[in-house]
């Protein structure tokens, strides 16, 4: 019987392949937060000419299916407070259906002239002292952007400006710390910046929006979270860190920031 020899068995070492580039290890992102402070509009919003026309038809309407006041229950037939009222409705009628459509009560010269002593004498009583402010505040005529009456029918921001040369306008922020939380440290770093002199509330804990800006490619990553608050009093005493501050719109915000700052925030604003 012929007997099998065996071959010595050999290992070979396959050499690793070495990397041509060196892969550097990621570093943390540098995470800050913002406030969105925003002022709700004070005033109600101006009517466009289509929703007079609208209102106007409305209200032609209303008067010409609605049952006919009883005056005679409410005033005493031959009162002043009748004639008053009968005055104010024909001049309602005059508005809504044109100035040929009520005719005039025949009365003789003395008691038209009687009447409109008596109604002028009941409107010198009742009238108050109390006067209508304008709808366009002063601060809007000398454009004093600091002020918190300006645009009253508008949505105001508020935007800042660190000092140092050329820092650009952004919402108040700072970077967040380690033991606290994206709102806590929001809230810290807004009052660190503009004081403790306002009456504001954070809507929410959790942010509304985030910016990452374009960094270097060995930078580490720069993540900014907004968080929307609101302010019921007071203004901003800024500190010394602060260059200037505004109270700007949505469009007026879009001139004063960068590009890439504005494509970010734009969907927080609001447009009204």
Request: hydrophobic share 35%; glycine share 4%; charged share 30%.
């Amino acid at each position: 019987m012929a007997s099998i020899s065996r071959l010595p068995c050999t290992t070979r070492r396959v050499p690793a392949a070495r990397s041509l580039a060196t892969v550097a290890k990621p570093s943390k992102p540098v995470l800050s937060t913002a406030v969105i402070l925003n002022r709700a509009p004070i005033l109600t919003p101006s009517p466009t000419v289509f929703e007079r026309a609208f209102y106007a038809y409305q209200q032609r309407i209303r008067r010409a299916l609605h049952n006919p006041f009883p005056s005679e229950f409410y005033f005493k037939q031959g009162s002043l407070l009748e004639a008053r009222f009968n005055s104010e409705e024909r001049y309602r009628e005059r508005v809504a259906w044109g100035p040929g459509y009520v005719k005039e009560e025949v009365m003789s010269e003395e008691r038209k002239a009687a009447e409109k002593a008596a109604i002028d004498q009941m409107a010198l009583q009742d009238r108050s002292d109390d006067k209508l402010l304008p709808r366009v505040h002063p601060s809007d005529r000398v454009r004093d952007y600091q002020s918190l009456d300006r645009k009253g029918r508008r949505n105001l921001y508020l935007l800042i400006r660190d000092t140092g040369h050329k820092t650009p306008w952004e919402f108040p922020r700072g970077l967040a710390a380690q033991d606290e939380l994206l709102h806590q440290s929001a809230q810290r770093e807004f009052l660190a910046k503009c004081g403790n002199y306002m009456d504001t509330w954070i809507v929410t804990r959790k942010p509304i929006g985030m910016f990452k800006p374009r960094v270097p490619e060995q930078a580490p990553e720069k993540i900014t979270f907004f968080f929307k608050a609101h302010i019921m009093a007071g203004q901003v005493r800024p500190a010394d860190s602060m260059k200037d501050f505004m109270w700007l719109t949505k469009q007026e915000i879009q001139t004063r920031v960068t590009k890439e700052y504005w494509e970010g925030v734009k969907d927080m604003l609001s447009d009204h």
